[in-house]
């Protein structure tokens, strides 16, 4: 083009026009370069106008295409696994759940009944020797089978929390990985509906134009034609003035 930059602010007003955007764009005197989206649906029709900006000596187009199936499969098939990842590990927080209060429970149960005994031999008042000897005895036995059930229980609420902790880190993991996915698979089709491209703009010359139409070896000859042509003349006008 003779006129880059006016060229360019054309182009940019039919990308808009056509419903696309303009991602990036840039001009000078002798150069410019516009990166812009188009929606699918749109191209042929915006290609049409923008060829017609220029004669066809005048624009070098290039197109390329993609098959995306194959990338879309992956995304799906990562999809359904993550789903399935997130299905299991929220059962298995569920049966964590479900088996540490039944496993609570029991033990509750245990202690409750370690507690009334105590409660019951305390309040228990005799004179008889061995009788005073076995209630010391059980005593001392159910006290230690209650510091031994207590510390199952310390065990288990620390094994249940730290479980816990890694499936809720685990689900949270996999929430986000399907998020990011499910981004992919939304870009990715946001890709098949939209043609990417740039357009360069290149200033060019009288000359450059001349020999986008006359072949190479001639274009020196007519030239240097019209030189000695414009040479000559003006030596005739000059004759003519002196005569």
């Known amino acids: ?26 001009s000078s005197r002798t150069y410019g370069s516009i990166r812009f989206v188009i929606p699918a649906g749109q191209f042929n029709a915006f290609q049409n106008e923008i060829t017609s900006f220029a004669g066809k000596r005048f624009l070098i187009e290039d197109i390329y295409s993609q098959n995306m199936l194959s990338q879309k499969q992956s995304i799906e098939q990562s999809q359904e696994n993550a789903r399935k ?14 088996n540490y209060y039944r496993v609570l429970t029991a033990i509750q149960s245990e202690l409750a009944a370690y507690v009334y005994e105590l409660d019951q031999l305390r ?52 929430k986000d990985n399907l998020t990011s996915l499910d981004t ?37 000859i007519l030239l240097i034609g019209a030189a000695i042509a414009t040479y000559i003349m003006g030596r005739l006008r000059n004759r003519l003035i002196i005569f």
Do not use: C, H
């Open 1 to 26: 083009t003779r006129s880059v930059q006016e060229l360019a602010q054309r182009i940019q007003t039919t990308i808009r026009g056509f419903g696309g955007r303009v991602d990036e764009s840039s």
């Open 85 to 98: 990842t997130i299905t299991q590990l929220n059962a298995d927080r569920g049966e964590l759940i479900a």
């Open 123 to 174: 309040r228990e008042v005799t004179n008889d020797a061995v009788r005073k000897a076995q209630i010391a005895a059980r005593i001392q036995f159910l006290l230690t089978e209650e510091k031994r059930v207590n510390a199952r229980l310390q065990n288990e609420n620390a094994n249940y929390g730290k479980n816990l902790q890694s499936l809720d880190a685990q689900i949270r993991y996999a």
């Open 184 to 220: 992919q698979d939304q870009e990715l089709l946001d890709t098949v509906a939209t043609v990417r491209g740039t357009i360069s703009l290149d200033w060019i010359s009288w000359p450059e134009i001349m020999g986008l139409y006359i072949p190479s070896p001639w274009l020196p």
